[in-house]
Each structure stands twice: as C-alpha cells, then as structure tokens.
C-alpha cells in the first residue's frame, strides 16, 4: 500500500477512500491513522435510486450468502459498492486466504461477473507498473518518431 500511496502523493494515480472506511478510521485514539484517511478523496454511497439499492442487495447476496449480520458486513458491502458505484478498484486485503477463505476478495471471480475488479495491493501495484511500462514505451516511440529527446520523467516512477 505504501507504494501505491506514494504514486498517488506525486499525482500518478488517485487513492479514494469508500465513505464506511473513511468513517471507521476516525474511530478511536490512531491520530496517524485518521490523519491519513483525511488525505484520501471520499467516495460516498448514497444509494437512494431503485438501481442502487439493488446493487447493494445483490452485492450483500454475494458477500455474505447466509446473510449480513453486523455493521461490518454491511461496510464491506458499502465498500464494494463504491467501488461499482465509481467505477474503480477496490483494493483490499479482506479474504481471500486459507484463514480467510471469504470476504472480500473470496468473493472477487463473482464480483468480475458484474465489472468489479477487486486486488490485492500487489496486484494494485502490478497494474499500475504495467501502465507506467506502456506509458514510458509510448513515450520513446514517440521521441523515437519526432526525433526530440526522450522526456526525463520516463523509467522514474517504477
């Protein structure tokens, strides 16, 4: 994550924050924590339209088949639904692990059906190197086909 949060300070990229996981991180006394959810853009759920109010229902379904029994689970619905609702990326290291077999990312091939692409941070950060990859290739194609000098900035973010 710190990788991805240090493309983001250099304007690489943009880090959004689903609004339960911006709330939950005021909680408590972790100053450095709540510190950092304040630099995030906040994605907010307002789900009042007949569409958005099944999505989230469908998305409860998937996360949590047998149902959603606490404000957790509902968070991490809200959660994904950002993510749908904005188009994004949810990267999150919920699920997904022999301890862990739900959650989260148990739940990502689903989540695909319906265009939600859910990462690890690792997986984040592939994408995003691949992006720069092709970005800085473009670049010296083009320097390449103008004859002007390759831009400095190509091969730094990686």
Known sequence: MNRLEAWAASGLIELLIPEPAYNEALV???DKRTTKAMTYIQSLTHADNPDEVAM???L????FPNGIRNDGDRHDVEIVFNAQKYGGRL???DGGSRRQPGGILGAAAALAVLDIRVMTDAEACALVEDHL???DQIAREWAAYTGNPVPAWVGTDR
């Open 133 to 135: 990859v092709r970005r």
């Open 60 to 63: 409860g379904g998937i996360l």
């Open 28 to 30: 408590g006394e972790n």
């Open 91 to 93: 990267v999150t290291a």
């Open 56 to 58: 989230i229902a469908r």
